[in-house]
């Protein structure tokens, strides 16, 4: 579609929605005044916000609430514009993850490609295939949008990047009535997919990996502070296992540990949220109680599956364990024994003591139900998630990779 014809197709949306308020994100739609928006945020399952009224006295709504469940391994908190009106106009979702200024190219293109590949699992491939925006265009206190989807007739979600001063960057994504289109790239198409799909997901991974080795091995030597510590930094660079460790040492509080129920609980459910599955099991033992504890869509638990998938894919040590777990529980695929051997192997290689731990507590070999390898389940058709193998349905055919 010609991007003048882009413009034309909006503005005819837009001009039909204009009578009646149109949806934005679960209860919230637009032309709803302060007090409504409240009401509405309160009673929206997704998000979670202050215990009492009193803290938004102080701060008001803006960053009060925040996404309950991560989009991309990545949690939001929400931003509101209104109208001339006072009605509500548009909702922003601000990471609050940040990459420093030196980061831009590094860290913030692996959040950036985080939230890409969330969106796209819940919402389907973007509606274009932009360039990564140059850190010189990028200004102080702005915010500028790369990737565009068509949520519903008269609701559109741009996602892109914000120049939050002297703290650095952040992934940011907008929910409204249709508003512009991001620019749109002059390169081969061809050439764009493989720059987005070289953006490596889960850049961070490599440091959270050593801290949780090393906080492994600060607890065998009862050094529980350490330890704290060194999964607080697993935790910080989105680690679902340094979540699990966090919520495992205030829930025993040991040595040096103040004991922390609320925090344990907290941690337990990031953890799980964020695709840790022995976390998750405490949710429900099987996969269809913990997705109906936490109100999962479909796509919600389609996608919680394809980024542990790619997650180890990458080569982390412990998501290579956590598909072990999954793929020997079953939970939300068919248990098959070999398949969690080869993904407890694969971690175990690797120096990851809770795999090697598994591993002997596994069967002998040969017992597992004999199912296709996870190599050999199709791959997403979207550019941006080179690797993601759980199809949408079991009827699909294979295809190859892009």
Known sequence: MKL????????????????????????????????????????????????????????????????????????????FEYGKDGGLKAVSFYSTTKAGKEEYDTRLKSLYK???????????????????????????????????????????????????????????????????????SRKDRNKLKSEWAAIPEFYEFIKAERFLANAVFAMSHKKYPDALQLFQKAADLGSPNGYWGLAHLYRLGPDGVEKNMRLADEYTRKSALSGFARAAMKFGKTWDQFCKSQDFTEAEAREWQNRNLRAARAGYASEQYNMGIICLYGFGVEKNLDTAREWLEKAASQDHAQAKAAL???????????????????????PYQAGCAFPRKRTEPLRQPL
């Open 4 to 79: 003048t014809n882009c413009y034309r197709y909006m503005a005819v949306l837009y001009t039909a929605s204009c009578g009646a308020a149109s949806p934005l994100y679960g209860p919230l739609e637009t032309g709803l005044q302060e007090s409504q928006l409240l009401n509405s945020l309160k009673t929206c399952k997704s998000l979670e916000g202050p215990e009492t009224d009193a803290y938004l006295s102080r701060t008001g709504l803006n960053g009060a609430y925040k996404t309950k469940k991560p989009i991309g391994g990545l949690f939001f908190s929400l931003h």
């Open 114 to 184: 985080r939230m890409l590949n969330g969106l796209t699992g819940l919402y389907g491939p973007p509606m274009n295939l932009p360039d990564w925006i140059e850190k010189e265009s990028l200004q102080a206190e702005r915010v500028l949008y790369m990737h565009m989807w068509r949520l519903q007739p008269g609701c559109f979600l741009m996602a892109g990047l914000a120049n939050m001063g002297a703290s650095g960057y952040i992934p940011v994504f907008r929910i409204s009535p249709p508003s512009g289109m991001p620019p749109k």
């Open 360 to 382: 002997k507590a596994l069967p002998d070999a040969g017992t597992g139900k004999d199912t296709p390898s996870w190599n050999h389940l199709p791959t997403t058709s979207s």
